[in-house]
């Protein structure tokens, strides 16, 4: 597959990891570095095919292993350059918990509103996906990232410039790739395409 564009303007490629055992059974899984299970390396080397033809100027990968492992499987390990700012939300207490564990002790609970006690805060991954994005700037070729899904919807968010809470909008599979761009130039950031898994 290719992802042609007739904008000459780059690109960033911001793909979520593959699926892990907690990601099936809907843990929220942080700073625990959990393997990718078979399917998850599967769906991996399918993202090599999806890639293969793009030309990347920079890869990028969170450090944690289920992102560097579908890095590598999609091809683009000998390339990659780690950054601990794309590492998944701090959940804090929550660690290993699902949504509806938590929400029996928290009904009203909400990830991109109240954060995790004991973790991060929505400003402090934020903060993290804004230091991120003046790392890369100015962009002047395709990027891929490789990371994942709660901090992949925060910085979709931050690219747009929108507010931490808006990133709940922004639902992204295991093993999608969003691609983030421009219109008309530099100052106009939008969103190409969202959570592609074909």
């Given at each position: 597959?290719?992802?042609?564009?007739?904008?000459?303007?780059?690109?960033?490629?911001?793909?979520?990891h593959?699926?892990?055992?907690?990601?099936?059974?809907?843990?929220?899984?942080?700073l625990t570095?959990?393997?990718?299970?078979s399917?998850?390396?599967?769906?991996a080397?399918?993202?090599?095919?999806r890639?293969?033809?793009?030309?990347f100027s920079?890869?990028?990968?969170?450090?944690?292993?289920?992102?560097?492992?579908?890095?590598?499987?999609?091809?683009?390990?000998?390339?990659a350059?780690?950054n601990?700012?794309?590492v998944?939300?701090?959940y804090?207490?929550?660690?290993?918990?699902?949504?509806?564990?938590?929400?029996?002790?928290?009904?009203?609970?909400?990830?991109?509103?109240?954060?995790?006690?004991?973790?991060e805060?929505?400003?402090?991954?934020?903060?993290?996906?804004?230091?991120?994005?003046?790392?890369?700037?100015p962009?002047?070729?395709?990027?891929?990232?490789?990371?994942?899904?709660?901090f992949s919807?925060?910085?979709?968010?931050?690219?747009?410039?929108?507010?931490?809470?808006?990133a709940?909008?922004?639902?992204?599979?295991?093993?999608?790739?969003?691609?983030?761009?421009?219109?008309?130039?530099?100052?106009?950031?939008?969103?190409?395409?969202?959570?592609?898994?074909?």
């Open positions: 597959m290719t992802f042609p564009s007739s904008n000459p303007l780059p690109r960033l490629f911001l793909i979520r593959g699926d892990t055992d907690w990601t099936d059974s809907h843990k929220h899984t942080g570095d959990i393997q990718l299970n399917h998850g390396e599967d769906r080397r399918q993202l090599g095919a890639l293969q033809h793009e030309n920079r890869v990028i990968t969170s450090p944690l292993v289920r992102a560097e492992r579908t890095c590598e499987l999609s091809g683009f390990a000998t390339r350059e780690r601990a700012d794309l998944e939300w701090d804090g207490d929550y660690e290993g918990l699902t949504t509806d564990q938590i929400k029996r002790e928290r009904p009203d609970w909400e990830l991109f509103r109240d954060g995790a006690p004991g973790g805060s929505p400003q402090q991954v934020a903060a993290r996906a804004d230091r991120f994005l003046k790392s890369i700037h962009i002047t070729g395709d990027i891929a990232v490789f990371s994942s899904g709660h919807r925060m910085f979709v968010a931050r690219w747009l410039g929108l507010a931490p809470i808006i709940r909008c922004f639902y992204n599979e295991p093993a999608s790739i969003g691609i983030l761009g421009f219109e008309h130039n530099l100052s106009e950031p939008v969103i190409l395409l969202w959570n592609e898994t074909q």
